[in-house]
């Protein structure tokens, strides 16, 4: 059974930084592609940066240059470095199995970190 726990969010000042951190079990991670998505309250949920089993990366236009996806197959988990964040980037951030170009989610959702930006 899949399993997938983000952790690392909280309150953050705008150009402040975050890490977070999803620990994912049940899987073969290593040949696991892996995703970062997030949804604000009353949008949908996006992805934000995805990342290859081969460790090519995708972002989204909103975070490139701030955000890095990495993934360390030796613990199991996927990272997600935020930086000079931005009161837009407030929202819950969910990591997932992906799939395709598109960084398809695949498996059920965690509980998510919330992540709040303002002053």
């Known amino acids: 059974q899949v399993q997938l726990v983000e952790s690392g969010g909280g309150l953050v000042q705008p150009g402040g930084s975050l890490r977070l951190s999803c620990a994912a079990s049940?899987?073969?991670?290593?040949?696991?592609?892996m995703g970062w998505y997030r949804q604000a309250p009353g949008k949908q949920r996006d992805l934000v940066a995805g990342?290859?089993?081969?460790?090519?990366?995708n972002y989204a236009g909103s975070v490139k240059g701030r955000f890095t996806i990495s993934k360390d197959n030796a613990k199991n988990t996927v990272y997600l470095q935020m930086n000079s964040l931005k009161p837009e980037d407030t929202a819950v951030y969910y990591c997932?199995?992906?799939?395709?170009?598109?960084?398809?989610?695949?498996?059920?959702w965690g509980q998510g970190t919330q992540v709040t930006v303002r002053s």
């Open positions: 997932n199995i992906a799939t395709g170009d598109t960084f398809k989610p695949l498996a059920t």
């Open positions: 049940g899987i073969m991670f290593r040949l696991a592609a």
């Open positions: 990342i290859t089993r081969t460790g090519s990366t």
